[in-house]
């Protein structure tokens, strides 16, 4: 069926205020429906198991930087013991070194010692009687001289009087000539090669070189027995 329109009806539309509908925000945004138990224990068993992860990871950093740091202290005292050890071997060894050093050196010398005191005895034992009996003549030249200035002071002071083994008569009058003494010389083989015996007036001089001798022996004696003490105490 045909409705016919007029114009009168097309303007009372026209005029009509515009039919709206208000929309609620409802329909636009939907609010999510609310999470499950079962959604609510998972999410609570993924927070714990995260923080209990973080915290195993801090707990293993800070072990970690224990660690190095006991490490490196526990290191350093090691390398420190292992210095001191390797240390008091090499000082060991030069103490054993020089102590057998030493004890090669206090051979050494205390057979050089021993070399030396047998070669002085020795040498005083062969010269020194030689060496006095060719002195002889001068020490009975000395002691006659001597005796000679005791006796300037008195008149017809009778000579001096020499006794000396027979075969040392000779060399002692030369000594006597040559130094423009005189002495009656007499022999006494009761002497000995070293021996002699000058006497004038009230004076006499015995004259023995054995005993120069036996004091160079004994000097000789004394210095390798004080040397020998004092390489044994020190």
């Known amino acids: 069926m045909n409705r016919a329109m007029n114009w009168e009806s097309f303007e009372d539309d026209e005029d009509a205020p515009p039919q709206t509908r208000s929309a609620s925000i409802e329909e ?6 609310p999470p499950s138990a079962e959604e609510i224990a998972a999410r609570a068993e993924e927070e714990a198991r995260r923080a209990e992860e973080e915290a195993l990871a801090e707990m293993l950093a800070r072990a970690r930087g224990e660690g190095k740091a006991e490490g490196f202290e526990a290191g350093a005292a090691q390398a420190e013991q292992n210095f001191i050890a390797e240390r008091r071997l090499i000082l060991s060894d030069i103490r054993e070194r020089l102590a057998d050093a030493a004890l090669l050196r206090e051979r050494a010398d205390a057979e050089a010692a021993a070399s030396l005191r047998e070669l002085s005895e020795a040498l005083v034992r062969a010269l020194a009687p030689a060496l006095s009996r060719s002195g002889l003549a001068a020490e009975v030249a000395a002691a006659v001289a001597a005796a000679h200035d005791d006796q300037l002071s008195s008149r017809g002071a009778p000579k001096v009087a020499v006794a000396a083994p ?5 060399a002692i ?3 006597l000539d040559e130094a423009g003494l005189d002495a009656e010389l007499t022999a006494d ?11 004038w007036g009230d004076g006499i001089d015995a004259i023995d070189l054995g005993r120069c001798v036996d004091a160079a022996m004994h000097a000789v004696a004394v210095h390798f027995a004080t040397d020998e003490e004092t390489r044994a105490h020190g």
Do not use: G, W, Y
């Open 189 to 199: 083989d009761s002497l000995t090669a070293l021996e002699a015996r000058a006497s």
């Open 173 to 175: 009058r030369a000594a």
């Open 28 to 33: 636009f945004v939907r609010p999510a429906p």
């Open 166 to 170: 027979a075969d040392q008569l000779p």
